[in-house]
């Protein structure tokens, strides 16, 4: 069963009650960026205070400094102006319970949804599957503290990103809403 209904039903009820909205301003207005997890239990909005029009949220499994995220980092800073960057990890992450090897096994045997036991992610479904998952860096997590220090030390040196511009690196707990510094990320 679709969700497409309700989607478009809250639509016309956020449209209707847009109001000055419209004349929010492209670069954010508080200068910054996070880049975090996709997992729906996080509401960056909420854990950071955040208004419509505040900040740039960039959003990818587990929080990853992926090429992709970087490209969007280098462009909130270089045509936007943000002067200051988060890297957001959180507590029991999906990204946690596979590795790189274990989704590109259950990619290659089917491309249905999987399911997660007590042993981690199993194959339910049937073929057929796709071998095109080894061509891709999966970005698992085995230690959150240390993903972020990796995050952050990548975001720093990329080429691209000038030596200016402060990444703090965060942990969010998903069961008090807190967030954690990761000292040695942020002072990366």
């Known amino acids: 069963m679709s969700v497409l209904d309700e989607v478009l039903s809250a639509n016309t009820a956020y449209a209707a009650d847009f109001g000055s909205k419209s004349e929010l301003a492209l670069p954010p207005a508080r200068g910054f960026a996070i880049l975090t997890c996709m997992d729906a239990r996080l509401d960056p909005a909420k854990y950071a205070g955040l208004s419509e029009g505040d900040a740039h ?9 992926s090429d992709d995220a970087i490209r969007s980092l280098v462009i909130s800073h270089k045509l936007l102006g ?13 990204m946690e319970f596979f590795t790189d090897g274990v989704i590109r096994g259950l990619l ?21 599957g796709s071998a095109e998952a ?4 999966w970005l698992t997590i085995s230690d959150q503290a240390a993903s972020v220090l990796e995050d952050v030390t990548r975001i720093k040196a990329h080429p691209l990103v000038p030596s200016t511009i402060p990444v703090y690196g965060y942990i969010y707990d998903v069961t008090t809403g807190r967030l954690s510094e990761v000292p040695a990320a942020s002072a990366a």
Do not use: M
Request: glycine fraction near 14%.
């Open 57 to 65: 949220v960039i959003r990818n499994a587990g929080g990853r400094a």
């Open 82 to 94: 943000t002067k200051e960057w988060f890297v957001i990890h959180h507590t029991n992450c999906g």
């Open 108 to 128: 290659a045997n089917s491309l249905e949804t999987a399911a997660l036991g007590d042993a981690g992610f199993y194959e339910v479904g049937t073929g057929p």
């Open 134 to 137: 080894q061509y891709i860096d």
